[in-house]
C-alpha cells in the first residue's frame, strides 16, 4: 500500500516538495492544500509587476495548478486553509467552502511560509495602507497604481478629491522601511511619478549589507528624487478613514498611500498548536534533514529555521533558494532517499534604481564575535572592466575576515546596475561553504577579459588589501 504525504502551503518549498517526491516515487500519495488560489508564484517579481515591467500575475506562476494535478499526479487543494495537526492520530484538519475534512499522512511538510510585519502604531488599518506579501497584495497596489496614474477620483489630502495635479506626478506616497521590500518598491513607485518618501528606523538602509554599501543605495536614492528619513521612527499613520499622513517623531508628511515593508515573520501557530518546536530566531526548528522534534513531521521554507555555514548556528534567512532547496531535499527523503537541506549562508541581492548590491555571510562584528571570531573589515573601490575598455565602471567590495585565521566571514558589493556586484558575490559565497581564508581567496583564478573585468578581479583586490592587514 503506497504512503501518502501531506504538503500545507503552496508555494516554493511545497510544491518543490510535492514535485520532487512525486517524481522520485511516482507511486506516493502526494496531497497539498493552499489556502489561498495561488500556488508555485513568485513572490520576489512583484515589485516588478506593481511597476509595469511585469504585465500579467500570471506571468509570475512557474507552474499552474492544472498542470500539478494534470500533469505531475500531484493532489492540489487550492482553497483549503488547514486549521490543525494532530502528530499523534498522523492526520489535519482543513476548511473549505464545502466543510471540514480530515487527512491522514505518513509524512507531513510544514511549509505555511511567512506573513508581513505590521508595526504597533496607530493607522494600519485605514484605507490606503497596504502590505505585499502575496500575490492579493500585488494585485490591489498594481490597482492602485492604475487609479492614480489614470487620473481617477480619490480623497486627496489638501488637494481635494479630484487630483489634478497626477498629471504630472502622482502624488506623494510613504514607504515604511528600509530593507529590500522598501528600496524595491521606492523604485517601483517612483518610476509611476509618485513623489516617494522612504522612513527607516535605524540609522541606514540595508542593515545585512555593509555601511558603504547602505550610504551608496541611501545617496543614489536621493539622486532619484526620494526622500530618505534615517533613524525615523514612526509613531501614526494619521487619517479619518483614509491615511492622510506618516508622522514620525520629527516630522508630519503628508501621504495619500503607505506601504509597509517593515519585514516579515514565520507563520508558526499552526506548527506551535500541535506541539512543534520553534527556535530562538521565532521559526520552526529543524535538523539537518528538515525534520522537525515530531516524528515524521518536516519544515522548510519561510517557515523555519536553517543553520549558516559562517556560525553553525541556527538562522531565520527567508529567501527563494533556501525554500526551494530545502523542499527539494524533503520530497527526496519522504521519496526514500534521504537527503540533508544544506547550510545557508544569507546571500541576498537587490536593485535601486540604477545600482546593483549584493551580500552573503556575516558582516556585523558583533555578531562574529558572539560566534567566536575576531573580525576586520576593509573596503575598496576597483574598476569593474579594463581601464581603457569603454564604459568602465566601478564596484566597491567590503570584505570581513577572522584576525587570527583569515577566514573569510562576510561580504557587501555595490556597484552600478550591470557592472557586476552580484555575479562577483557568487565566488564569495563558494569561499564561505568551503571555509576558505582570504588567503586563498585573493589566489582564485577567477575570468578575465577586457569587457568583463580587470586583471585582478575587484574581489581579488579586497581579498589582497585585507590579506596584507591580516598579515
Known sequence: MSETFVIIGGDAAGMSAASKAKRDDPDLEVVVFEKGEWVSYGACGLPYYIKGEIQSLAELVSVTPDEFREKRDIDLRTGHEVTAIDPD?????????????????????????????????????????????????????????????SNESFQQPDRGPACQYLETCSGPVGVVGGGYIGIEMAEALAANDFEVHLFQRGERLLKGFSEETSAAVAEHLREEDVAVYLESDVEDLAGNERVEA?????????????LLGTGVRPRTDLAADAGIECGETGAIATDNYCETNSSDIYAAGDCAEATHTVTGESAYVPLALTANRHGRAVGQTVAGRPTAGGDIAGTAAVKAFDLEAARTGVLDHERARDAGFDPVTRTIDANSRAGYYPEDGTVTVTLTADRDSGRLLGASLVSEYGEGAVHRSHALVSALEEGASVFNLENYDLAYAPPFNTTWDPVLVAAKVLAGELH
Request: hydrophobic share 40%; proline share 4%; glycine share 10%.
Open 246 to 258: 506618516v508622522v514620525t517623531d520629527e516630522d508630519r508628511v503628508p501621504v495619500e498611500m503607505v
Open 89 to 149: 492520530a498522523k492526520s489535519v484538519t482543513a476548511v473549505h467552502e464545502g466543510g471540514t475534512l480530515e487527512q491522514g499522512y505518513d509524512h507531513l511538510l510544514i511549509a505555511t511560509g511567512a506573513e508581513a510585519v505590521v508595526p504597533p502604531v496607530d493607522g494600519v488599518d485605514l484605507e490606503g495602507v497596504y502590505t505585499l506579501g502575496s500575490m492579493s497584495d500585488g494585485k490591489e497596489l498594481r490597482e492602485y497604481v492604475a487609479r492614480a496614474r
